[in-house]
């Protein structure tokens, strides 16, 4: 009986580490440097993951990302949504925010990863 419990921790240790990694790689897609265009309300957004989570920083501070849809984020300390948008490939390329009564067009950078463990603000 010790043993089949045994072998029942191994197994449900091993699914929450597998579910765990496979999150982190969903997310760590969105992860990187959005740019918008000169004259916008802010230069660029960087998306980071902390904690297992997606974070938004920008010049005017920093918010959670909450997942509403497949590549749309509510930014919650500034009631808007991040929308990321994708090229043929399924890469992610750029991203469209609606917040605080501004629209913003950004694209991505490629080749930057960003990863903390605690929120700066």
């Given at each position: 009986?010790?043993?089949?419990?045994?072998?029942?921790?191994?197994?449900?240790?091993?699914?929450?580490?597998?579910?765990?990694?496979?999150?982190?790689?969903?997310?760590?897609?969105?992860?990187?440097?959005?740019?918008?265009?000169?004259?916008?309300?802010?230069?660029?957004?960087?998306?980071?993951?902390?904690?297992?989570?997606?974070?938004?920083?920008?010049?005017?501070?920093?918010?959670?990302?909450?997942?509403e849809s497949e590549?749309?984020?509510?930014?919650?300390?500034?009631?808007g949504k991040a929308?990321?948008?994708?090229?043929?490939?399924?890469?992610?390329?750029?991203?469209?925010?609606?917040?605080?009564?501004?629209?913003?067009?950004?694209?991505?950078?490629?080749?930057?990863?960003?990863?903390?463990?605690?929120?700066?603000?």
């Open positions: 009986m010790k043993k089949l419990m045994l072998l029942v921790m191994l197994v449900l240790g091993f699914a929450v580490t597998s579910l765990a990694q496979q999150q982190d790689t969903t997310l760590a897609q969105y992860v990187g440097k959005y740019v918008f265009p000169a004259g916008s309300v802010v230069p660029d957004v960087t998306v980071t993951l902390e904690n297992g989570a997606l974070v938004m920083s920008s010049s005017a501070g920093s918010s959670a990302l909450d997942k590549d749309v984020y509510v930014i919650v300390a500034f009631q929308m990321f948008k994708r090229d043929t490939n399924k890469k992610i390329v750029g991203i469209s925010i609606n917040a605080m009564g501004y629209q913003l067009e950004g694209t991505k950078e490629n080749g930057i990863v960003i990863a903390t463990n605690h929120i700066i603000r």
